[in-house]
């Protein structure tokens, strides 16, 4: 069993797992096993309980990394015995019973609230599920105004949708009770409002870094720096 952790990447809605493919190269590039699964996006518990089953599946420990709605995820999924840290990337850090929309609620609602864009799925045996991506005009501004247009019109139409429901479940844990964490905050991110990022991070105790003019897509932009927290969490978990 290894005792140099393993960083599972969480990524959050509107994205893939190939949104972490910059982190991915960097902890690569320095001997860091990494992994990053897909995210179903279905729902706080059942999402959650998703990770938490491929963290328990890892040999030795883990660092769990959530970007946006992915933090809340870790928040849950975290309290697996093997997780040894976590780190929250442009995210949300839930406190026990809480909600995404509650914890938002506190704060100015950033743009992304007026732009998201409603769809529905098939659910077997009841009625049509919705969800939600961001309007594809607005999506370079709200999701990664740092990033090259380019890159944003495919980010854009890749999109993959969370479902609404999600905004409203309440987290069944808040592992950053137990488990050390480190939090970056997005200085100029237009999808969660930075005042969110840092009120969790910092109720959490994390260690905080603080990216000035990083957009909500920071994995994408700035993943060098992104990588070096997460290294940060795995030297002081290792």
């Known amino acids: 069993m290894s005792t140099t952790p393993t960083v599972l990447l969480v990524h959050g809605a509107f994205a893939d797992a190939g949104s972490w493919s910059g982190v991915i190269e960097e902890l690569q590039k320095h001997g860091v096993p990494v992994l990053a699964p897909p995210n179903p996006l279905r729902g706080l518990a059942s999402d959650a309980a998703y990770i938490a089953s491929v963290a328990a599946q890892i040999d030795g420990p883990v660092v769990l990394v959530g970007h946006s709605y992915g933090g809340a995820l870790i928040t849950v999924a975290g309290v697996t015995e093997n997780v040894v840290g976590l780190v929250y990337v442009a995210a949300y850090a839930l406190e026990q019973g809480e909600s995404l929309g509650e914890l938002q609620g506190r704060f100015p609602l950033s743009p992304l609230v007026s732009n998201l864009k409603e769809w529905t799925y098939p659910i077997p045996g009841a009625e049509p599920g919705v969800e939600v991506t961001i309007a594809e005009d607005a999506f370079p501004s709200v999701f990664a ?59 959490a105790g994390a260690t905080i870094v603080e990216l000035a003019g990083a957009s909500h897509a920071v994995a994408v932009s700035r993943p060098r720096e992104v990588a070096d927290l997460i290294r940060d969490a795995v030297r002081a978990t290792s």
Do not use: H, Y
Not at 160 to 172: D, V, Y
């Open 145 to 203: 105004a740092d990033v090259p247009a380019e890159v944003t019109k495919v980010l854009a139409a890749a999109q993959r949708p969370l479902a609404a429901s999600a905004f409203e479940e309440t987290a069944q844990a808040a592992a950053w009770r137990t488990k050390p964490s480190w939090a970056l905050v997005a200085g100029a991110d237009e999808a969660i409002n930075p005042e969110v990022e840092r009120f969790g991070a910092e109720r």
